[in-house]
């Protein structure tokens, strides 16, 4: 029987994609040169003020939980890789090959709709603020003026807001694209496989 | 088979809500339900203890990064002009109000005015200073023109006072700290800024 080895190096870029996020997160925004940083990650998140690191618990345990299932999702497509021919292994691959493509979905949208909901309930709560939509761009970077009214001062401040997607979001997106081939590769096999 | 989709199944359901029930148990039994949402370095800043009921804000301070006693303004040193490289140097007594990062000063620059007659000075080279600093700052400015920079650096210590003193304004103020951009079109006149130690 022929192998999916599609399968296998999905589980292994999973894997590597979890391991990279740890060290640099799939999106970063920079406000001013280093004074907050904003690491959004789905598995491990967090920002960054005056070099301080803060960590949200609720999110946190958010993170920790979809490493774990990213983790086991991985090791499944192995397994299914080596026990291909048992019949709990289709289980294994249907398990496997859906959770980079939800997790990467599932970042972007909530990415996109932070951006876009968070100015929104600043500018309800502080009516003196203005915050524009979205806040600041997906990728790229962008001026926030702050309102002279907000700073009782007669001067005009703003500030440099720079967003990048780093590699390992990228890694996230390839792992999304292998696992589908993984699918499409496991469909053709088993339509060959068929008695005629 | 069924045996292996019910267990990746219980897997799906472990991996998250095992976290989710561990952390909400744990403030729900603390009776703290916002120490889900807010940052535990945060929260030390709106405890009880800290919100003034006999607790200690400085230590909040010190958890966030900020130095409890760096809320000071910058303290005048010296004002001297080098003539053999035309440039002037404050130098100021600082306290870093931050103790984990470093504040880098990119750009300073502003517009001295004489009636028709105006000149720029600006920062001749970034400024780094290093997280919980304490001791002398040096900044060196240069100009367009260096002569009027050697005047007003004579004018601003008391050496010269020309009689066009009471004309000169400052304007057009562009501070680059850390990316944040601060810019002021008017600081008014020179006796305004300086006040006593005017001319």
């Known amino acids: 029987m022929k192998r999916n080895w599609f399968a296998l190096a999905t589980g292994a870029l999973m894997l590597v994609t979890v391991a990279s996020s740890l060290h640099s997160p799939w999106w970063r925004a920079e406000i001013g040169s280093g004074l907050i940083t904003v690491n959004a990650d789905p598995f491990y998140t967090s920002f960054k ?29 192995v397994v299914y890789t080596i026990e291909q021919e048992k019949g709990y292994s289709k289980h294994l691959l249907s398990f496997g090959w859906r959770r980079p493509l939800y997790v990467v979905v599932g970042f972007v949208a ?3 709709l932070s951006l876009h909901v968070i100015p929104l309930v600043v500018n309800t709560i502080a009516r003196a603020v203005e915050v524009s939509t ?15 009214n907000v700073l009782n001062i007669p001067a005009q401040v703003s500030i440099t807001v720079t967003t990048t997607f780093t590699h390992s979001f ?6 999304v ?16 496989n068929k008695p005629t | 088979m069924d ?29 703290d339900l916002l120490g889900l949402l807010v940052p535990p370095q945060l929260r030390a800043l709106t405890s009880p203890a800290a919100l003034g009921q006999g607790g200690d804000l400085s230590s909040a301070f010190v958890a966030l990064g900020i130095n409890p006693s760096g809320f000071e303004m ?35 620059s502003f517009t001295v005015r004489n009636g028709t ?10 400024v780094v200073i290093e997280a919980n600093y304490t001791g002398t700052l040096s900044l060196s400015f240069s100009s367009s023109d260096p002569d009027a920079l050697r005047r007003l650096v004579n004018i601003i210590k008391g050496v010269e006072r020309p009689v066009y003193v009471e004309d000169l304004q400052f304007s057009d103020l562009s501070i680059d700290v850390n990316g944040i951009l601060i810019t002021v079109r008017d600081l008014g006149e020179i006796s305004e800024l300086f006040g006593g130690k005017s001319p």
């Open chain 1, 170 to 175: 990228f890694l996230g997106v390839a792992t």
């Open chain 2, 74 to 108: 910058p303290r005048f040193k010296d004002l001297m002009f080098d003539e053999s490289t035309s440039t002037a140097t404050l130098k100021l007594e600082i306290t870093s109000p931050l103790t984990r990062q470093s504040i880098t000063l990119n750009e300073l």
């Open chain 2, 3 to 31: 045996k292996v989709k019910w267990g990746l199944r219980a897997i799906t359901l472990a991996c998250v809500l095992v976290p989710l029930l561990c952390v909400t148990v744990q403030c729900f039994l603390a009776d």
């Open chain 2, 117 to 126: 007659r105006s000149f720029t000075i600006e920062l001749k080279d970034k």
């Open chain 1, 134 to 148: 979205p806040m600041v761009p997906l990728m790229g970077s962008s001026i926030i003026r702050l309102p002279s």
């Open chain 1, 49 to 77: 003020v005056f070099g301080v690191s803060y960590v949200i618990p609720i999110i946190f345990v958010l993170n920790v939980g979809l490493t774990a299932l990213f983790v086991a999702s991985g090791i499944a497509l």
């Open chain 1, 177 to 192: 694209a292998l696992a589908i081939t993984t699918r499409a590769c496991h469909r053709r096999m088993s339509s060959a």
């Open chain 1, 110 to 112: 909530v990415l996109v």
